[in-house]
């Protein structure tokens, strides 16, 4: 299971972009980088994933290296509610989703 | 569009008794997981099961715990003769039925167990 690395915390103002990175160096080619975010007493909240390519949807982009060793989900504008410890997963045809201690950002108005 | 419903959202036992954690996949859905999360901590696996089927229990403590997904109904993880360190947040996802590598799943809100 490739291991992951991300802050603790963030910060970010209302408003302004938010880039969380996330190391994942052991990762095989066959792992998708799943982002997921889980909001205070709910469950986790699927964001975006990828594979080699830089993906958008409409509540983030994601970016991913081109070694693929590391990621970065970037929000364009957070908001106060955005604010939720963030996820990154690597999976490779496993249900078993490793959750690891991810990053709290808050979201400061 | 209802999502994964969990259901009781908290649940108060003493020690001792048992607990049911029902769980209602997506619509269309036929894979059921379920996750403990420990205050502070990351979610863990402990169970996949499919329709009348235990895929992987692997993640699951070998006494006292227990889960089904019958032909009819939601899924049920059970916890017998409940102690103190089974207080946590216990989530389920359920996912479509053709698995993917790239499959996602999609979370309910959580049970939220407390033992006295």
């Known amino acids: 299971d490739a291991k992951t690395t991300q802050p603790n915390s963030m910060e970010s103002n209302e408003e302004e972009p938010v880039h969380l990175p996330c190391n994942h160096s052991?990762?095989?080619?066959?792992?998708?980088i799943h982002w997921y975010r889980q909001l205070p007493s709910q469950g986790p909240e699927y964001v975006i994933h990828?594979?080699?390519s830089n993906v958008n949807n409409r509540m983030a982009s994601l970016a991913i290296a081109e070694d693929r060793k590391s990621s970065t989900l970037i929000l364009h504008r957070a908001t106060l509610r955005d604010a939720a410890v963030y996820y990154c997963?690597?999976?490779?045809?496993?249900?078993?989703?490793?959750f690891g201690t991810g990053t709290r950002l808050k979201v400061l108005a | 569009n209802a999502g994964v419903m969990q259901n009781p959202r908290h649940l108060v036992r003493r020690r001792g008794q048992e607990a049911r954690l029902r769980c209602s996949p997506m619509?269309?859905?036929?894979?059921v997981y379920w996750y403990r999360q420990l205050p502070e901590e990351g979610l863990k696996f402990m169970v996949y099961?499919?329709?009348?089927?235990?895929?992987?229990e692997s993640g699951m403590p070998k006494e006292r715990f227990s889960a089904e997904f019958p032909k009819e109904g939601p899924s049920i993880l059970r916890i017998q003769q409940v102690v103190r360190g089974d207080s946590a947040a216990y989530f389920c996802?359920?996912?479509?039925?053709?698995?993917?590598?790239?499959?996602?799943?999609?979370f309910g809100p959580g049970t939220r167990l407390t033992v006295l």
């Open positions: 996802a359920s996912s479509p039925p053709l698995r993917e590598v790239s499959d996602t799943q999609y």
């Open positions: 052991t990762i095989s080619g066959t792992d998708y």
């Open positions: 990828g594979l080699t």
């Open positions: 997963i690597p999976i490779s045809g496993t249900y078993k989703y490793i």
């Open positions: 619509k269309g859905h036929s894979h």
């Open positions: 099961l499919q329709k009348e089927n235990i895929i992987d």
